[in-house]
Nanobody, 121 residues
Framework: QLQLVESGGGLVQAGGSLRLSCAAS????????MGWFRQAPGKEREFVAG????????YYADSVKGRFTISRDNAKNMAYLQMNSLKPEDTAVYYC??????????????WGRGTQVTVSS
């Protein structure tokens, strides 16, 4: 079973940057495409970005395209989300999860605790 722990969130002013990390335990991390998701208060969880198992291919929600960059380091069992030009509407709890590549379909039925990102105006 893949265990995931998100970190790196915080409070930042609009226009600022944060880098989120997703630490995975388990030998099968590099078998999975990975995705980042977020959930704002009162809203449903939404897809943010995805990356292939190799890291060669990425895809993004339109709302973050050009501002966020997803990456991974399979040797370290880590996935990352670099967030630049942050906006108040990016405020949410961010989660990582294995996905079917090219989609927002999550391959597990559990979530980590997530990491809170708060962007002030």
């Amino acid at each position: 079973q893949l265990q995931l722990v998100e970190s790196g969130g915080g409070l930042v002013q609009a226009g600022g940057s944060l880098r989120l990390s997703c630490a995975a335990s388990g030998r099968t991390f590099n078998m999975y495409a990975m995705g980042w998701f977020r959930q704002a208060p009162g809203k449903e969880r939404e897809f943010v970005a995805g990356i292939s198992w190799s890291g060669d291919n990425t895809y993004y929600a339109d709302s973050v395209k050009g501002r966020f960059t997803i990456s991974r380091d399979n040797a370290k069992n880590m996935a990352y989300l670099q967030m630049n030009s942050l906006k108040p509407e990016d405020t949410a709890v961010y989660y990582c999860a294995p996905v079917a590549f090219g989609t927002a379909k999550v391959l597990v039925d559990y979530w980590g605790r997530g990491t809170q990102v708060t962007v002030s105006s």
